[in-house]
């Protein structure tokens, strides 16, 4: 059906923690892949490994604590997880960049963003001071930024959040990626500046045809983003659809609950809200069987002791789930 | 709902927030404009849903309300009791109808006391009951907000986000008050917790009467909660009225912007909506632009909008808006 080429094909993914009061096993045997130009939305809770799963794929987590292991990562037909770091680094930045959820913490304050803008284009592009300074001021210009010149010599306090991350946007795209990474990169902005965000990054990437993979909690940005959706749950992929089907055919009771539980702008008003009972499980010591099943209204037997692998449901429709919900039975 | 009671009343309260220089003789250089000059009133029994960016005012207007911020100018009526003139014992005495639940509920519970000593706190303050009665209402209040009062000797840092913020709700609660301000309760849970908690303090509403001023940016959350909606730019109120008619009959363009700018779960829709993006960013609050303050993002303003500062006036029946050109 889709006939792009797959640019980043993830297997078995598995990263785990040391901590002091034993194994956190943040991201638990991942698998999916991404096309040339396809804009992937990932959800998911808090703790629910959808920021490590992609700092493991980028090798940004110390070793130890981290242990991140793989079948394989394979970027652009390179085993990037066994490249040595060396080669990663020319990766990062270049053909895979990534922006994050908190552009305060992500921008070196004692230093100007002009500085942070040309770095990666004096590194990887080569280009002299001269010539990385006009493309900085380019690029501030592009993710519209006014005046971009004279802002060069600004300091991160100096900007808005919503400034600051624009500006991130603009170092990410410096190297014209093949693949750019946004960690929730609006959670921290208000609605209004969040659509602004939203509008323009899809215009860049239209301009660019570069793929993106957008990491969120809100279920509404990615309706209006993504073109596919994978939902994680305690370090699982639950469920990898098309984003039409996730919403209106959504085959993981978690996703089900999910989107039932949120209240709409423009439906009916539901006297109750419908929730999801319980907590997410302990990533210390996770259940035998499926994750979701103590807070699964689909629960069957087979559900505690056996955990579901990802399998396809129907042609670019995979789902973890023993039960078919629609019936209430096992398939 | 406006022949119901007004339990209370907002009158052009305002507050500034002064800005100083100097070490030693502090001079007044300016001011933070957080709150200025806002009028609404809130019936019993209902929720009023208060929205708006961050830094617009919205928290500093629940803590002025409750003079947890001493107010620059305006008056607070509570059942016809101002409280802007109480003195610090009648306000304490008062305290007792009016509370508030926090934002972060990892910071607003003490991490050295226990979850029964939080909740019991305001009844130690107003000397409610004997030791063992307190205890009883303190298991009671557990029970009420979905927790098990077998946790009464637990810390804070033993529970979760969502259970935090219920230990939050229940303290409250402890004293049987009327009116909560609930001060963005559920910004800081996940997504699915989130309707556990507005679940709950729906229950409780209906339960003991409660009157709410619910403060939140998320506007999906709310029109679900929500009686009646007042909407804040800038220290100023844009637009109030009943929530229906809030999303069938938007009039401030900010409110229209704010609303456009809410992503929905529906992808087919969500694709082919228009949304109204605002150009640049807030103004800030210490320096904000003349006449009506939103003219400067404002996508139809007009040359009056510069100039004069429009009015808060009543358009029809229940619903406020302050613009020139509705």
């Known amino acids: 059906m889709d006939n792009r080429e797959v640019i980043l094909d993830i297997k078995n993914l598995r990263t785990h923690f040391d901590t002091q009061d034993g194994v956190v096993h943040a991201v638990n045997g991942i698998t999916y892949s991404l096309r040339a130009g396809e804009t992937l939305g990932i959800v998911g809770e808090s703790g629910c490994g959808k920021s490590v799963s992609m700092l493991s794929v980028m090798r940004l987590l110390p070793i130890p604590p981290a242990h991140i292991y793989s079948d394989e990562i394979n970027f652009l037909g390179k085993d990037i997880s066994k490249l040595p770091e060396s080669e990663m680094r020319d990766i990062r930045g270049s053909e895979i960049a990534m922006i994050f959820q908190d552009p305060m913490t992500s921008l070196n304050p004692v230093l100007t963003i002009g500085f942070q803008l040309k770095e990666p284009l004096i590194k990887h592009m080569g280009m002299t001071d001269e010539e990385a300074a006009t493309r900085a001021a380019e690029l501030l210009d592009w993710v519209g930024i006014p005046d971009a010149r004279k802002r060069l010599d600004d300091y991160p306090h100096q900007f808005s959040g919503g400034m600051r991350q624009r500006a991130m946007i603009a170092m990410g795209l410096s190297c014209n990626p093949t693949l750019l990474i946004a960690d929730e990169p609006t959670t921290a902005l208000d609605v209004t500046i969040q659509a602004q965000l939203v509008d323009l990054v899809k215009t860049l990437q239209r301009e660019l045809g570069m793929a993106l993979i957008w990491i969120t909690h809100d279920l509404g940005v990615v309706a209006g983003l993504a073109e596919r959706v994978v939902v994680m749950y305690a370090g699982f992929v639950v469920e990898d659809a098309l984003v039409d089907d996730l919403y209106h055919n959504p085959r993981h009771p978690y996703t089900f609950s999910l989107l039932k539980s949120l209240p709409s702008v423009d439906g009916d008003i539901a006297e109750e809200l419908e929730t999801i009972e319980g907590l997410p499980p302990d990533l210390l010591g996770l259940p035998q069987g499926c994750p979701f099943a103590p807070r699964c209204d689909f629960v069957k037997d087979k559900c505690r002791q056996e955990n579901p692998l990802l399998v396809e449901f129907s042609p670019n429709h995979n789902v973890a789930c023993w039960v078919d919900i629609e019936t209430g039975e096992l398939r | ?326």
């Open chain 2, 1 to 326: 709902m406006s022949q119901e009671k007004v339990l209370l009343r907002v009158e052009n309260l305002k507050k500034h927030f002064p800005i100083t220089s100097g070490l030693i003789f502090q001079k007044q250089i300016g001011a933070v404009q957080a709150v200025d000059d806002i009028s609404f009133t809130i019936h019993k029994g209902e929720t009023l849903g208060l929205v708006g960016e961050s830094g617009c005012g919205k928290s500093t207007t629940g803590r002025t309300i409750l003079q947890l911020h001493e107010p620059t100018s305006g008056k607070v009526f509570y059942n016809d009791a101002d409280l802007t003139t109480l003195s610090a014992a009648e306000m304490r005495e008062l305290r007792r109808n009016i509370q508030i639940i926090f934002q972060d509920p990892y910071a607003s519970l003490n991490p050295r006391m226990t979850v029964g000593s939080i909740i019991g706190e305001p009844l130690d303050v107003h000397n409610v009951g004997n030791s063992k009665e307190r205890r009883a209402r303190v298991e009671e209040l557990l029970r009420l907000v979905g927790l098990n009062p077998f946790f009464i000797n637990r810390y804070p840092h033993e529970f979760s986000g969502g259970q935090r913020q219920r230990i939050g709700i229940a303290r409250a609660l402890a004293l049987n008050p009327d009116f909560i301000v609930c001060d963005e309760p559920i910004s800081a849970l996940d997504v699915s917790i989130q309707a556990q908690v507005v679940n709950l303090l729906g229950e409780l509403q209906e339960e003991f009467g409660l009157t709410y001023l619910f403060i939140a940016h998320d506007l999906s959350m709310v029109r679900h909660i929500s009686d009646r909606i007042a909407v804040m730019y800038l220290g100023k109120l844009v637009e109030l009225c009943g929530r229906d008619e809030l999303f069938a009959n938007t009039l401030h363009p900010y409110s229209q912007a704010l609303l456009s700018a809410v992503p929905t779960h529906d992808p087919a829709k969500e694709r082919e909506r228009k949304r109204i993006i605002l150009e640049g960013d807030v103004p800030s609050p210490s320096n904000p632009p003349s006449g009506c303050r939103f003219h400067t993002r404002c996508p139809i303003a007009e040359d009056i909008c510069k100039e004069k500062l429009p009015e808060w006036r009543e358009v029809k029946s229940d619903h406020w808006v302050a613009c020139h050109l509705v």
